[in-house]
Nanobody, 121 residues
Framework: QVQLVESGGGLMQTGGSLRLSCAAS????????MGWYRQAPGKQRDLVAD???????NYADSVKGRFAISRDNAKNTVYLQMNSLKPEDTAVYYC???????????????WGQGTQVTVSS
């Protein structure tokens, strides 16, 4: 009923930039927060950044000043602009959104399939 589809990952050199996109589709009624998480091999999935429907943002300390999250509510899309990339940013990046549908007013979390970001040194 609801899908999150990510795009924009890939291979980049240290110091480079990438932009991730995540579009939500389906029987969406409302989206609350949207965010990006990442998971490196052998590690837990951690929050990178999130943004409320009103545009309030929150970042992990490790990405402050380098990454910027934004959203287009008309397109149900969230973006992550990643600048000054470092090898430690290498991970699978997952999109997350809290959504309710036209069929169920209860909000629940939805996840994208993940997109690989690899930063070479």
């Amino acid at each position: 009923q609801v899908q999150l589809v990510e795009s924009g990952g890939g291979l980049m050199q240290t110091g480079g930039s990438l932009r991730l996109s995540c579009a939500a589709s389906g029987s969406i009624f409302r989206i609350n927060h949207m965010g990006w998480y990442r998971q490196a091999p052998g590690k837990q999935r951690d929050l990178v950044a999130d943004i409320t429907s009103g545009g309030i943002t929150n970042y992990a300390d490790s990405v402050k000043g380098r990454f910027a999250i934004s959203r287009d509510n008309a397109k149900n899309t969230v973006y992550l602009q990643m600048n000054s990339l470092k090898p430690e940013d290498t991970a699978v990046y997952y999109c997350n959104a809290e959504i309710n549908t036209v069929w169920n007013v209860r909000f629940r979390d939805y996840w994208g399939q993940g997109t690989q970001v690899t930063v070479s040194s």
